[in-house]
């Protein structure tokens, strides 16, 4: 039985190796029929664009262009509608208002003088001079005003001391309307003469004592004394230096949605209403005697420092304050507290002229505010510079801040105590002395320990940062819309000084830039209150 075991499965394994050999590939069958075609897609939808023009003033392109839509055509009737719109851009026309600005447009005034910075030519008085102040009209959106200081002038010492050169002394103070045209350029569609009630013609000479006078004496461009008979010498008596009333020598300008207008200025302050023809219909200073007054400001307003008065004159959007500010700290008793950083803005209520009086601290001692606008009753933008040119001497600063009152206080409404008294010619004192001394002896701190807190600010635009700004009297804020902020500089008429001797204006060391009108404007900002 053992044998046939054994044998039985050795015959098996055999089996079992055999097993594991392949063996040849059959042939393929036949294919199969095709089967039958499956049912049609949906047709596809058709790219379609669409172009557009864009008007002057639009929220993407300031000077207009084109817009281009495109989307798929959903409802295939070859039209694109605004539903089916999935990208939009645009191609806008070019222009040099965010970098080099453009320039407004000039005459010359005379051109006999001697360039006192290139011997042995003459220079141009260019009028020029429309950059005191700038703001929109009510109603046309890329027309806007802008306003001259009192005419050509410059520092000169004379024979009776120290004073101003006018060598085109019966220059009248003017407003002027602008336009931005398609291509870019700016044109000149009026000019408004700032005129007496009487409709006489008015001056930028000084006025007389009492009216805000700070002794400047005027002179003509050969340095004789501008005297009242020409004809005849100076005598202090019977033929004093030429002066006028009514002379004004603008820095603010507010257009009303009425046609008229109001201008600060730097001589009283004074703040005069005028017509739309330019007749003087009412006015505003801090001289109670002043007969010509509808409204009085505060006695301190009185104490500008020569040169720096109402820099900046603004409007709420509902025209019920004007808005207005100090260009630098007041002599406040006396000029030993023109050192310092305090600076005053006021509003004024039109209807009843109510007073509301904040203070601003400046960046630097002495700069100069030279712009105010009113986004709402509480919030403003201040231009703060210095008067330094970028090319002759870098870092040069030309600031727009954008301004808080809403916590700050009203130095109005402070109620009286021992020590907080409403002066009658300091304004509100702190332990007898006026806030420019307490700013100068205790520093801000002091007027924190008073309960005194000044406007809040933040910086929106540094325009030397964004265009290496070259002009030096940056003045004038146009706020355009939402976002885009107009900005022009007063070229002086393209009149300079130097060593008491006129010369052409000039940006560069190398006198070979002449300063001129020129409008900026900046975009993609916040310009909501």
């Known amino acids: 039985m053992k044998i046939s075991t054994l044998v039985g499965g050795m015959a098996v394994a055999l089996l079992l190796g055999g097993c594991s050999l392949d063996g040849d590939d059959g042939q393929n069958g036949k294919d199969g029929q095709n089967g039958g075609n499956g049912a049609n897609g949906n047709n596809g939808l058709n790219s379609l664009l669409k172009q557009s023009a864009v008007p ?49 447009p000039y005459t010359v005034l005379r051109n006999d003088l001697a360039n006192g910075a290139l011997p042995g ?38 024979s009776l001391g120290a004073g101003k050169m006018f060598p085109v002394p019966d220059y009248t103070p003017r407003i002027g309307l602008f ?14 003469l700032l005129k007496r009630p009487d409709a006489k013609l008015i001056t930028g000479l000084p006025n007389p004592a009492g009216l ?9 461009a050969d340095g004789s004394v501008a005297r009242q008979d020409l004809s005849k010498p100076y005598d202090a008596q019977t033929n004093p230096f030429l ?4 002379g004004l020598d603008p820095e603010g300008l507010v257009a009303m949605k009425d046609g008229s207008f109001w201008v600060s200025d730097e001589y009283g302050p004074h703040i005069v209403h005028y017509s739309a023809q330019g007749i003087e219909l009412g006015r505003i200073n801090p001289f109670a005697s002043d007969s010509r007054n509808q409204y009085t400001l505060p006695a301190e307003f009185a104490k500008r420092r020569a040169n720096r008065g109402m820099e900046g004159l603004s409007i709420t959007p509902d025209e019920k304050f004007l808005v207005g500010i100090m260009q630098s700290a007041l002599g406040n008793p006396s000029s030993a507290t023109h050192n310092s950083d305090l600076t005053r803005i006021v509003f004024i209520e039109l209807a009843s002229g109510k007073i509301k009086q904040y203070l601003y601290k400046q960046e630097i001692k002495q700069n100069s505010n030279s712009a105010v606008i009113a986004l709402s009753a509480t919030s403003l933008l201040i231009l703060e510079r210095d008067g330094e040119f970028q090319e002759k001497k870098p870092g040069a600063m030309k600031h727009v801040y954008k301004v808080d009152l809403s916590k700050a206080t009203d130095l109005e ?4 105590t021992v020590d ?54 940056m003045e004038g804020l146009w706020r355009i819309d939402g976002q885009r902020l107009g900005v ?3 070229d002086d008429f393209t009149t300079w000084v130097n060593n008491n001797k006129l010369e052409q204006k000039y940006l560069d060391p190398a006198n070979s830039k002449i300063d001129g009108n020129t409008l900026y404007i900046m975009e993609k900002l916040d310009l909501n209150p």
């Not at 002057?56 to 719109?85: Q, W």
């Open 121 to 158: 030519s003459n220079f141009e008085i260019r009028n020029g001079g429309f950059g005191s102040d700038l703001t929109g009209h009510p109603s046309k959106p890329l027309q806007f005003y802008a306003l001259t200081d009192r005419g050509p002038n410059a520092d000169y010492t004379g």
């Open 212 to 220: 805000g006078a700070t002794n400047e004496i005027p002179y003509l």
């Open 488 to 490: 022009i500089n007063d």
């Open 413 to 416: 409404q402070v109620v009286p």
């Open 243 to 246: 002066l006028d009333t009514y």
């Open 56 to 104: 002057m003033a639009h929220a993407e392109c300031l000077l207009g262009g084109k817009r281009l839509d495109s989307g798929l055509d959903k409802n295939n009737n070859n039209v694109l509608e605004d539903s089916e719109i999935t990208q939009t851009s645009y191609l806008c026309q070019a222009s040099n208002y965010a970098t080099a600005g453009e320039r407004l």
């Open 420 to 473: 907080l008294v409403q002066h009658a010619t300091l304004g509100l004192t702190v332990a007898g002395q006026s806030l420019e001394q307490l700013v100068i002896s205790k520093g801000w701190d002091g007027l924190t320990a008073a309960g005194i807190v000044p406007a809040s600010k933040k910086l929106l635009v540094d325009m030397v940062a964004a265009v290496n700004y070259p002009h030096d009297k």
């Open 179 to 192: 336009e931005i045209l398609p291509s870019g350029a700016i044109r000149q569609l009026q000019s408004i």
